[in-house]
């Protein structure tokens, strides 16, 4: 886990409020993916990024989610008008580059959604 | 779709005792990796397996990828309280990127 640096660790949100979740990569990493924890589910892939670009949003859903890697500045990973099924934990990952077969990402501590 | 059957979900032994957990897929990963995640955590990675029949040994852990490249196990031997936690294994599908599937995790409990 050390490097991928996730704030916050803890956010709560009302029904209909807005989260933002930010993630800093491991230095010279510039290949980020989100992943969602449900509880009592595995992790499930949501995006893959790499500055300024989205590869693969396969994982997102379709309305109220959506992420950026800016050229400066961490990873963020926004959900708009949130609903208590989005209650979860978020993780960051990092890699330092595509090809990740036979190699690492790393993870970040996670972001704990609670929508109340 | 690709999906990754891990089992069992649960696991509660007593210190000393060896245990397996398995994960299985009708698909075909480029690799495999393990995970442990501890409470209000992200996962670790324990281990890579890329090559079909890998065996790899870490301390009393010992992963093995199935030879179609389409299962793998977790063995640990003589386990201890400190082995607590939940593992998770996670396929590296044709994308090769980290677009990984996970297993819906094995939550171990070693009681002394």
């Known amino acids: 886990n050390a490097g991928v640096m996730q704030n916050p660790r803890h956010l709560v949100r009302r029904r209909g409020q807005e989260a933002r979740l930010r993630c800093s990569p491991m230095k010279g990493h510039s290949h980020v993916y989100w992943y969602r924890q449900l509880p009592e589910e595995g992790l499930k892939f949501m995006v893959y990024l790499q500055k300024e670009n989205i590869i693969d949003e396969s994982g997102m859903p379709k309305e109220r989610f959506s992420a950026e890697f800016p050229k400066e500045g961490p990873s963020i990973l926004r959900i708009q008008q949130v609903v208590r099924g989005d209650s979860a934990a978020y993780f960051c990952?990092?890699?330092?580059?595509?090809?990740?077969?036979?190699?690492?990402?790393?993870f970040g501590e996670g972001s704990w959604l609670t929508v109340v | 779709t690709q999906l990754l059957e891990q089992s069992p979900q649960f696991l509660s032994i007593q210190e000393g005792e060896n245990l397996t957990v398995y994960c299985n897929s009708s698909?075909?990963?480029?690799?495999l990796q393990w995970y442990r995640q501890e409470p209000g955590e992200g996962p670790v990675l324990l281990v890579t397996v890329v090559t079909g029949g890998e065996v790899k040994k870490l301390k009393r852990l010992t992963f093995q990828f199935g030879d179609a490249r389409k299962d793998s196990s977790l063995h640990i031997t003589a386990a201890q309280p400190g082995d607590t936690g939940l593992y998770l294994c996670a396929g590296v599908g044709g994308t090769s990127y980290g677009k990984l599937t996970f297993g819906q995790g094995t939550i171990l409990t070693v009681h002394p």
């Open positions: 990952a990092s890699s330092p580059q595509g090809e990740v077969a036979g190699n690492t990402i790393y």
């Open positions: 698909s075909v990963f480029s690799s």
